[in-house]
């Protein structure tokens, strides 16, 4: 069928800009070479009016007070008009306020749904997006999971509090998804329930996530997670209502996070892992074994190792299935990618505590966005 359509149709595209690039060079090459005027791109984009004006009304009070109303109509075109004010302390500091309210509005929600407590004023880290080996929300438990057991093995290494928020459906068939979020569960109630870390960081799996839920939780985010395996996510929205709503992508170089890369410098998003030619290579030619990065580094084989033996394993075997997903091919890089993701992860920190380059960024990150609508 897709070849019928490619041959048929009068227009084939990507949904952004590294997509396009991956179907003109390699899945449709032969199509591309013989007709390339028919392939084109159109990234895919979000509609300003539900994700900032509906969701967060004050940053849109905030952001027509600076450069009037016209964005409305011409977000495009209007809104990097306010990237004039990404310095100004004033526009900082109501910025701040806002986040806050809207962080402290979340955390509301989350005590009265599920009886957590977390704190307002710690970063609030949020991965929100089907549940998909690709999109590795297995590498970011992995990482919770490292900063346990650091902290519970060194007493003198403490994190800046951090409160790690997903929201995930699994496909009713995906039995390795659904491992993942029982795993996510596991180590949240044991994280959550020990007084000495959960002081330092929570993790929450927010039940039923949908829109609605979406619209509470991406204008309280601190820290867009978008760390799918380069080459494999064709664009992503999340990245791109996080982006609007001032969140710091951390991330890789994959679909439309590129295009977020381009348009708000490097100096304003966290960008780690293998890219997607890095990617596509090893496929092609191999050369990489997991097992490799497991015996040379005890961070990482302590994770792995505690799938049978650490404290969220409450019966035999429970997470077989994921050690063995990962050891025997790891096809989407999460031990390749995962120290430096730990190293973003540590870059984030530094980042947040200048509060001052930190609204910087975010509202570098909201000015820029106009492109996505």
Request: with cysteine.
């Amino acid at each position: 069928m897709v070849n019928l359509g490619i041959v048929a149709g009068f227009s084939v595209n990507g949904v952004a800009k590294l997509h396009t690039d991956i179907l003109k060079n390699e899945t449709f090459k032969e199509f591309y070479s013989l007709m390339p005027e028919k392939f084109n791109n159109k990234t895919n984009g979000v509609t300003h009016r539900r994700w900032l004006m509906y969701s967060n009304p004050k940053l849109a009070e905030l952001v027509t007070s600076k450069i009037g109303d016209g964005w409305v109509l011409d977000m495009e075109n209007e809104m990097v008009k306010f990237d004039q004010f990404n310095l100004d302390p004033e526009v900082q500091a109501k910025f701040r306020e806002i986040k806050q309210e809207n962080k402290h509005a979340l955390a509301q929600y989350i005590n009265k749904k599920m009886g957590i407590e977390i704190d307002e004023n710690s970063i609030f880290d949020v991965q929100i997006k089907r549940l998909h080996a690709y999109k590795r929300q297995i590498m970011n438990i992995f990482h919770i999971m490292y900063l346990y057991q650091r902290m519970k093995e060194d007493k003198n290494f403490r994190i800046y509090p951090r409160t790690f928020i997903f929201g995930a459906k699994a496909a009713p068939a995906y039995t390795y998804a659904k491992r993942i979020i029982q795993l996510i569960l596991a180590v949240a109630d044991v994280v959550n329930n020990d007084p000495e870390i959960s002081k330092y960081m929570k993790v929450i799996f927010i039940e039923n996530y949908g829109v609605t839920l979406a619209e509470k939780i991406i204008p309280a985010a601190d820290v867009s997670e978008q760390i799918s395996t380069a080459s494999k996510e064709a664009s992503g929205t999340s990245n791109m209502k996080l982006m609007m709503n001032g969140a710091v992508t951390l991330g890789t170089l994959d679909g439309a996070n590129v295009e977020i890369r381009d348009l708000v410098g490097d100096e304003n998003i966290v960008i780690f892992g293998l890219n997607s030619d890095e990617v596509l290579n090893y496929y092609a030619r191999g050369g990489y074994n997991p097992w490799d990065v497991y015996k040379e580094d005890i961070r990482i084989k302590n994770i792995m190792d505690s799938l049978f033996n650490g404290p969220w394993v409450t019966k035999p075997g429970q997470f077989q299935l994921i050690f063995d997903e990962i050891m025997r091919n790891d096809s989407f890089f999460i031990l390749k990618d995962l120290l430096a993701y730990i190293e973003a992860q540590e870059k984030i920190d530094v980042l947040y505590a200048d509060k001052s380059n930190w609204a910087k960024m975010c509202l570098v990150n909201i000015a820029k966005s106009g492109y996505f609508t």
